[in-house]
């Protein structure tokens, strides 16, 4: 008979049973690692070097040469830095606030609840690229839309995107407009989690809506709250679409709208500088690590 | 008045349906209607300029009043020739978003049941990274293979976007299967594979499903990694639409009629699943 066949079959679904968390995950967690880990180690690699122009042409070790000149950048790197942080406290703070007006709004039922619950996923999921160009259209300065409706009201226009005082700011507000959804979404789903009998209790106990929300509702959703501002924070440090799409590469004449992801992606594609782009991107990096472990770290004390 | 007598005023006025106090309600009527535009209007905005001509759109007096035309539609899809673009869009969408599922189904699984926290933690990770810091090093690697300007790289790329975004989200939803069905699977003799394949899998569908459609959408919607890595062939929709901006000036009409077709079927698949874009786009914050 077949018996050598059937105890080699055995053998076989033992091994697999034995090892089938790692037959399952291996292939995704190859994937990961491959496509992570060796792009990271190669950045790493090219900058230490004068890598430029040609990956071909021979590069030399130039030590912690690009570092430094990133690190005292004071022209270009620094205002860029300084711009993805005040990018990211604005939007990500105003985006909480309103998102959390809004999933309070959403909260009890009402009748045409689906339809606004349907509206406001639209900026979600809309292409970022296309809502860029869409803005683009309002805020132009002699046919758009918002000095039209300025003018309505007989206030100046202003310039808007155009303008290095004007850009950033009327950048934070289109990623106001494409993201506050998505935190409304998040303390949605939340508040559908938190119980209602201790916002019940506190409401016999006198306490007035602002209070309810304050000193029983909010401390419930710690973790809801902690998650959505982990999300959009790391999100919006790396903003990219709207930011090409509206101000181009170098982030308009004067850089105005410069983030770190702008430049990085200028000094690479445009002034082909591998090298020192590489540095950047390392530093990026340890910088969004650095922003999501301090908001873990902190969301732990909390709880 | 005592805390009783409290408790007691209240729930007569809730039997009373008076539950809001009439300001509230006002209040909140104005609130969301002021929601609704804020969000609606630039959109609708976008649809209107889409139908104008350029002497229109430049035109204050024509803001709302004016004479529809389907000529910049025509331009998009005749004179720019859109629809290679649409087909690539859709095949690096759909390819990547099938090949992620076959990855990040049995890997979401596996670290659901076995609690893998390390390896979950690489996931996470490949989540906030940069996408610039990893796709310019990927540029390099691709050309030296040869692959940047087809769609294998943009693919690949998508996929290593799609990939942990499912398994985030598939992790939460086998954690709320129960374990005890494929246990009773291999009393009745199924190997622990065979459970998972026979019993788990068809009940996750709408987990899949989730995760399927939002990897679709996060691929349709992704501009960089086309970027860097198409080549004129191989364009995405996100990274046709600046053929409409010129050196000199701008066909205002063309580039809003492209960004209404760009935008009308994502936001259409959106709102026919709108559940499951819901539950997948807030999965894991709930929990923790």
Redesign the interface.
């Given at each position: 008979m077949s018996s050598p066949v059937i105890a080699w079959r055995a053998a076989i679904?033992l091994w697999?049973?034995r090892n089938?968390?790692?037959?399952?995950?291996g292939?995704?967690?190859a994937?990961?690692?491959l496509?992570?880990v060796?792009?990271?180690g190669?950045?790493l690699y090219?900058s230490f070097t004068d890598a430029g122009s040609s990956?071909r042409a021979s590069f030399h070790f130039t030590g912690l040469g690009n570092y430094t000149n990133v690190l005292t950048d004071t022209r270009r790197f620094w205002p860029a830095v300084y711009r993805t942080v005040l990018f990211t406290v604005g939007a990500v703070s105003v985006e909480m606030l309103l998102g959390a007006?809004?999933a309070l709004?959403l909260r009890?039922e009402f009748r045409g609840q689906g339809?606004?619950?349907?509206?406001?996923?639209?900026?979600?999921?809309?292409?970022?690229?296309?809502?860029a160009?869409?803005?683009r259209?309002?805020f132009e300065p002699t046919?758009g839309?918002a000095n039209?409706f300025l003018r309505f009201f007989g206030l100046p226009g202003s310039e808007w995107l155009s303008s290095p005082s004007t850009a950033l700011p009327t950048l934070m507000f289109i990623d106001v407009?494409q993201w506050t959804?998505?935190v409304a979404?998040?303390l949605l789903?939340?508040l559908?989690?938190v119980p209602e009998e201790p916002e019940e209790a506190a409401?016999?106990?006198?306490a007035n809506?602002f209070q309810r929300f304050w000193f029983v509702t909010l401390p419930l959703m710690r973790?809801?709250v902690f998650?959505?501002l982990i999300?959009r924070s790391?999100e919006a440090?790396?903003t990219?679409?709207i930011l090409?799409?509206t101000k181009g590469a170098g982030g308009g004449s004067m850089h105005e709208a410069e983030t770190i992801?702008i430049y990085?992606?200028g000094i690479?594609?445009s002034d082909n500088r591998?090298g020192l782009?590489?540095a950047v991107?390392?530093v990026?990096?340890i910088m969004?690590?650095v922003l999501?472990t301090l908001q873990i770290v902190a969301r732990r004390r909390g709880q | 008045m005592t805390r009783r007598a409290r408790a007691a005023t209240l729930r007569a006025s809730r039997r009373r349906g008076m539950r809001p106090s009439r300001a509230y309600n006002v209040f909140r009527v104005i609130a969301l209607a002021s929601v609704v535009v804020v969000f609606i209007f630039p959109l609708v905005w976008l649809v209107l300029a889409s139908l104008k001509t350029q002497i229109d759109i430049y035109d204050p007096s024509k803001t709302f009043i004016f004479s529809p035309t389907l000529h910049n539609f025509k331009t998009v899809f005749g004179a720019q020739a859109f629809l290679p673009f649409f087909r690539n869009s859709l095949i690096v969408g759909v390819v990547s978003t099938a090949l992620s599922l076959v990855f990040a189904v049995p890997a979401a699984y596996a670290m659901s049941r076995f609690s893998m926290t390390k390896s979950s933690i690489m996931v996470l990770l490949a989540r906030v990274i940069p996408s610039i810091s990893l796709i310019v090093p990927w540029y390099f690697l691709f050309a030296k293979i040869g692959m940047v300007g087809g769609y294998g790289a943009m693919i690949i790329s998508h996929m290593f976007l799609s990939v942990p975004l499912m398994v985030w989200i598939l992790i939460s939803f086998f954690d709320t299967l129960p374990i005890e069905l494929e246990e009773a699977a291999q009393v009745d003799g199924l190997t622990p594979i065979g459970a998972f394949v026979r019993v788990s899998l068809p009940l996750s569908i709408p987990g899949i499903a989730t995760a399927g459609i939002l990897a679709f959408i996060f691929s349709w919607n992704n501009f960089l990694f086309s970027l860097i890595l198409s080549g004129s062939n191989t364009k995405t929709l996100p990274v046709a639409i600046f053929n409409f901006i010129g050196y000199a000036s701008i066909d205002w009409g063309g580039l809003m009629a492209a960004s209404v077709s760009i935008t009308v079927p994502i936001i259409a698949i959106a709102m026919f699943f709108q559940r499951y874009v819901v539950s997948g786009l807030t999965a894991g914050a709930t929990k923790g």
């Open positions: 679904s697999v049973n089938r968390k790692w037959i399952l995950s292939p995704a967690i994937f990961i690692v496509l992570l060796i792009p990271l190669y950045t090219l990956l007006a809004i709004l009890r339809i606004v619950r349907v509206i406001i996923l639209m900026p979600l999921v809309a292409t970022p690229v296309a809502v160009m869409l803005w259209l309002i046919i839309f039209e407009w959804p998505m979404l998040l789903a939340g559908t989690t409401r016999v106990d006198g809506v973790s809801v998650a959505a999300l790391v440090f790396k990219f679409d090409y799409a992801n990085a992606y690479n594609f591998y782009a590489s991107l390392v990026f990096f969004v690590l999501v | -």
